[in-house]
T-cell receptor, first 113, second 116 residues
Framework: AQTVTQSQPEMSVQEAETVTLSCTYD???????LFWYKQPPSRQMILVIR??????QNATENRFSVNFQKAAKSFSLKISDSQLGDAAMYFC??????????FGKGTKLSVKP | GAVVSQHPSRVICKSGTSVKIECRSL??????MFWYRQFPKQSLMLMAT?????????EQGVEKDKFLINHASLTLSTLTVTSAHPEDSSFYIC????????????FGQGTRLTVV
């Protein structure tokens, strides 16, 4: 069975600084996707970034980028130039052959002005 | 992008009654929908997988007779919480997967259920 581990329950960053959220996963599948979702207090799940396992190039979306290390089964999220609106819960998720997503326990990110 | 609409966003019901939650894919046909449950300060846990025109597949520990899932069309799946009890109070959220086989990563807004 696949598992996703987020070892940082809480993180804090100064506005305009950079922060990295960690995620590791375990799977025996060769074809899969990895995701980072943001969940603000409204609880809407907002897709931040997605990475296909077969792609070696790390995904990037504006201020958000990932460091995907397939051999190490690591998938960290880097947020550059942090903004107050980035404060939220961040979930790392694995998507495999079944189509559903398996989530980590989440990291609560605080942004200090 | 793909849009999934979930309704209602918030519902309060009396213990012993049933509540229906709808999940609609607005601009694509969803062959498969997923229902998750999220307790406060916890992660999302998959409850069941709903396939259009067939019976839902439930995760271990999820009571299929309590959580009835119907996926009668390619754009609508419903979750009915039957004979609700206070311990069923939670945040329920659906996601949808389209016919091209894209991953079920399009989420509805979620439903906060409170059973009193």
């Amino acid at each position: 069975a696949q598992t996703v581990t987020q070892s940082q329950p809480e993180m804090s960053v100064q506005e305009a600084e950079t922060v990295t959220l960690s995620c590791t996963y375990d799977t025996s599948e060769s074809d899969y996707y990895l995701f980072w979702y943001k969940q603000p207090p409204s609880r809407q799940m907002i897709l931040v970034i997605r990475q296909e396992a077969y792609k070696q190039q790390n995904a990037t979306e504006n201020r958000f980028s990932v460091n995907f290390q397939k051999a190490a089964k690591s998938f960290s999220l880097k947020i550059s130039d942090s903004q107050l609106g980035d404060a939220a819960m961040y979930f790392c998720a694995y998507g495999g052959s079944q189509g559903n997503l398996i989530f980590g326990k989440g990291t609560k990110l605080s942004v200090k002005p | 992008g793909a849009v999934v609409s979930q309704h209602p966003s918030r519902v309060i019901c009396k213990s012993g009654t049933s509540v229906k939650i709808e999940c609609r894919s607005l601009d694509f046909q969803a062959t498969t929908m997923f229902w998750y449950r999220q307790f406060p300060k916890q992660s999302l846990m998959l409850m069941a997988t709903s396939n259009e025109g067939s019976k839902a597949t439930y995760e271990q520990g999820v009571e299929k007779d309590k959580f009835l899932i119907n996926h009668a069309s390619l754009t609508l799946s419903t979750l009915t919480v039957t004979s609700a009890h206070p311990e069923d109070s939670s945040f329920y959220i659906c996601s949808a997967r389209d016919q091209r086989g894209g991953l079920g990563g399009f989420f509805g807004q979620g439903t906060r259920l409170t059973v009193v």
